[in-house]
């Protein structure tokens, strides 16, 4: 089942979750290991990262490249989703830059659908 990335900690679904702090090479170690075997095509990631800033700070944390798509994303039963998200809130309306995301400060989670 493809892991999610997220840009913010969000139940998409109805059902039961768990949810935990990562470390950012937790995080790098998750992405690389569910880019990496791409058996058939439910695996691998699926980007739910709607803004193009934070695709970018993604790609550079996570040393791979991440997309910019903005889609409507419902996380499936067992289902893994890295979540990024900022340490505190964007002023309304605002696109931030990288430098925004970076004085903001941010931190990974693993948010799981277990039912």
């Known amino acids: 089942m493809k892991l999610a990335l ?3 900690s969000i139940l ?3 059902g039961s ?4 702090s990562v470390s950012l ?5 998750l992405a690389y290991n569910a ?7 439910d695996d ?6 709607g803004h193009e800033s934070t695709a970018a700070i993604l790609t550079d944390l996570l040393e791979m490249p991440i997309d910019m798509n903005r889609i409507q994303f419902e996380q499936e039963v067992s289902q893994s989703a890295l979540v990024f998200k900022l ?3 964007a002023p309304e ?7 925004q995301i970076e004085g903001i400060g941010y931190e990974f989670g693993l948010l799981t659908r277990t039912a």
């Open 87 to 89: 340490k505190g809130r």
């Open 12 to 14: 998409t679904a109805y």
């Open 17 to 20: 979750f768990r949810y935990e």
């Open 93 to 99: 309306g605002v696109i931030l830059t990288r430098e």
């Open 35 to 41: 880019a990496e075997p791409m058996i058939g095509p």
């Open 6 to 8: 997220l840009n913010t």
């Open 44 to 49: 691998g990631i699926i980007s739910a990262i």
């Open 25 to 29: 090479k937790d995080a790098q170690l």
